[in-house]
C-alpha cells in the first residue's frame, strides 16, 4: 500500500472479477471489509455456475455484507471459444447451495463487465489491480478490445492453474481448463501477473477449528459463512476425498492485504490450449528449463494460520457492522 497525504496508507483499488461461488463469496466479503483494498467494482462470468446465476450470487452477498454500493456487471456466458464448462457439481445448481440468503437489495448496471472494467480503469486515481478468481474470459475481453490503458492496470491477480496436479481433470484446475485461451493471453500480455494455483490454494484448508470459529462468531455473516464450508467440504470429500475444503478464491485478496502470507516464485507460465488430455494444464518452469523470460509470479507457500486470522477477523468485522 502506498502512502495518502497524512501518512494513513492508501487502499489498493481493486476490480474483483468472479464466479460466487462459495470461496469466491468468501473473497467477495474479504474485499468488502478490508480497509486495506478499495472495492470499485464486481464483474462476473460463467464458470461455478451460469453467469446469470453468479450475478445473481454477487448481489447476494454484496446485500449480505452491507456494500450495496459496489457496481456489478455481468460479464461472459461463454468462454472465447464458445463453450461454458460449469462447476454446479462442486458448488450446487445455484452456485452457491446452503444456507438462505438475502434477496438482492440492487441490481447490476447496464453496462457489460468489460465496459464496466474500462470505465473504473479509465477514472482511477491510482493503478488498479484486476483480481479474478473465475474463468478469466472478461479480463481477456478487455485486453483483446484495447481501449484501457494498460499503464492504468497495476497487475492481474488470478486463482487459477496448478505448480502441480488439477482438480477438474487429473492436471488441469478448473478456472484454467474453463478459458485456457483467455489465459493465454492474460500469461502472454506482458502486464504484471501473479498467479494463485492449487498448490498455493490447497494449504488453506477451512478445517473443523475453522468452521467452529466462524460459527462462533453468532452473527448472521459467520453462520452462514459457516454452512458454506459445510455444503463445500461435502462436495470436496465425495469428490476429491479431502477431509476439510480448500478455500481458493480468498487468497488472492488476502495477499493484497497482507503480503507476507505468501511466498513467491517468478518463472515462465504456460497453459495448454491443444492437448488431447491435457487441455488447460499450466505449465510452470521452476527449474528454468525452457530458458523463457519469466512472465509471472507464481504463489509457493501461504501461512495457513496468518491466512485464517486474517480472513475469519474480517469476517467478524463485518458480522458485526464494524
Ligand atoms: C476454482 O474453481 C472453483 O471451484 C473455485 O471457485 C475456484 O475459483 C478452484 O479450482
Ligand atoms: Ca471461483
Given at each position: 500500500m502506498s502512502e495518502q497525504p497524512g501518512g494513513r496508507p492508501r487502499p489498493i483499488p481493486i476490480i474483483l472479477d468472479c464466479d460466487p461461488g462459495h470461496d469466491d463469496a468468501i473473497a467477495i466479503l474479504l474485499a468488502a471489509a478490508s480497509p486495506a483494498v478499495d472495492l470499485r467494482a464486481v464483474t462476473t462470468t460463467f464458470g461455478n455456475c451460469s453467469m446469470e446465476d453468479a450475478t445473481r450470487n454477487a448481489l447476494r452477498v454484496l446485500t449480505l455484507a452491507g456494500a450495496t454500493d459496489i457496481p456489478v456487471a455481468r460479464g461472459a456466458e461463454t468462454s472465447l471459444r464458445g463453450d461454458a464448462e460449469l462447476g454446479n457439481y462442486v458448488h450446487g445448481r445455484s452456485g452457491l447451495d446452503g444456507p438462505d440468503l438475502p434477496e438482492p437489495a440492487f441490481g447490476a448496471s447496464d453496462l457489460a463487465a468489460a465496459e464496466l472494467i474500462e470505465r473504473v480503469v479509465g477514472a482511477s486515481d491510482a493503478p488498479v489491480t484486476l483480481v479474478a478468481t473465475g474463468p478469466i474470459t472478461n479480463i481477456a475481453t478487455v485486453l483483446e478490445r484495447g481501449r484501457v490503458d494498460r499503464a492504468r492496470i497495476a497487475e492481474i491477480l488470478f486463482m487459477g492453474g496448478s505448480v502441480d496436479r488439477g482438480n477438474h481433470t487429473p492436471t488441469a484446475e478448473f478456472n484454467a481448463f474453463a478459458d485456457p485461451e483467455a489465459l493465454a493471453a492474460v500469461l502472454g500480455s506482458g502486464l504484471p501477473v501473479r498467479m494463485v494455483g492449487l498448490n498455493l490454494t490447497h494449504q488453506a484448508l477451512a478445517t473443523p477449528a475453522v468452521v467452529d470459529r466462524m460459527r462462533a462468531m453468532d452473527h448472521r455473516v459467520g453462520r452462514i459463512a459457516a454452512e458454506w464450508m459445510g455444503f463445500f467440504g461435502s462436495s470436496y470429500r465425495a469428490i476429491?476425498?479431502?477431509?476439510s475444503p480448500p478455500v481458493h478464491d480468498p487468497c488472492t485478496i488476502a495477499v493484497l492485504i497482507s503480503p507476507e502470507l505468501i511466498r513467491w516464485r517468478r518463472c515462465f507460465v504456460a497453459v495448454e490450449t491443444a492437448g488431447e488430455w491435457t487441455r488447460g494444464t499450466t505449465v510452470v518452469d521452476l527449474h528454468d528449463r525452457y530458458r523463457r523470460v519469466p512472465n509471472a509470479e507464481v504463489a509457493m507457500e501461504l501461512d495457513a494460520d496468518g491466512y485464517w486470522d486474517l480472513v475469519l477477523e474480517s469476517i467478524d468485522r463485518l458480522g458485526r457492522g464494524r
Amino acid at each position: 500500500m502506498s502512502e495518502q497525504p497524512g501518512g494513513r496508507p492508501r487502499p489498493i483499488p481493486i476490480i474483483l472479477d468472479c464466479d460466487p461461488g462459495h470461496d469466491d463469496a468468501i473473497a467477495i466479503l474479504l474485499a468488502a471489509a478490508s480497509p486495506a483494498v478499495d472495492l470499485r467494482a464486481v464483474t462476473t462470468t460463467f464458470g461455478n455456475c451460469s453467469m446469470e446465476d453468479a450475478t445473481r450470487n454477487a448481489l447476494r452477498v454484496l446485500t449480505l455484507a452491507g456494500a450495496t454500493d459496489i457496481p456489478v456487471a455481468r460479464g461472459a456466458e461463454t468462454s472465447l471459444r464458445g463453450d461454458a464448462e460449469l462447476g454446479n457439481y462442486v458448488h450446487g445448481r445455484s452456485g452457491l447451495d446452503g444456507p438462505d440468503l438475502p434477496e438482492p437489495a440492487f441490481g447490476a448496471s447496464d453496462l457489460a463487465a468489460a465496459e464496466l472494467i474500462e470505465r473504473v480503469v479509465g477514472a482511477s486515481d491510482a493503478p488498479v489491480t484486476l483480481v479474478a478468481t473465475g474463468p478469466i474470459t472478461n479480463i481477456a475481453t478487455v485486453l483483446e478490445r484495447g481501449r484501457v490503458d494498460r499503464a492504468r492496470i497495476a497487475e492481474i491477480l488470478f486463482m487459477g492453474g496448478s505448480v502441480d496436479r488439477g482438480n477438474h481433470t487429473p492436471t488441469a484446475e478448473f478456472n484454467a481448463f474453463a478459458d485456457p485461451e483467455a489465459l493465454a493471453a492474460v500469461l502472454g500480455s506482458g502486464l504484471p501477473v501473479r498467479m494463485v494455483g492449487l498448490n498455493l490454494t490447497h494449504q488453506a484448508l477451512a478445517t473443523p477449528a475453522v468452521v467452529d470459529r466462524m460459527r462462533a462468531m453468532d452473527h448472521r455473516v459467520g453462520r452462514i459463512a459457516a454452512e458454506w464450508m459445510g455444503f463445500f467440504g461435502s462436495s470436496y470429500r465425495a469428490i476429491w476425498a479431502f477431509d476439510s475444503p480448500p478455500v481458493h478464491d480468498p487468497c488472492t485478496i488476502a495477499v493484497l492485504i497482507s503480503p507476507e502470507l505468501i511466498r513467491w516464485r517468478r518463472c515462465f507460465v504456460a497453459v495448454e490450449t491443444a492437448g488431447e488430455w491435457t487441455r488447460g494444464t499450466t505449465v510452470v518452469d521452476l527449474h528454468d528449463r525452457y530458458r523463457r523470460v519469466p512472465n509471472a509470479e507464481v504463489a509457493m507457500e501461504l501461512d495457513a494460520d496468518g491466512y485464517w486470522d486474517l480472513v475469519l477477523e474480517s469476517i467478524d468485522r463485518l458480522g458485526r457492522g464494524r
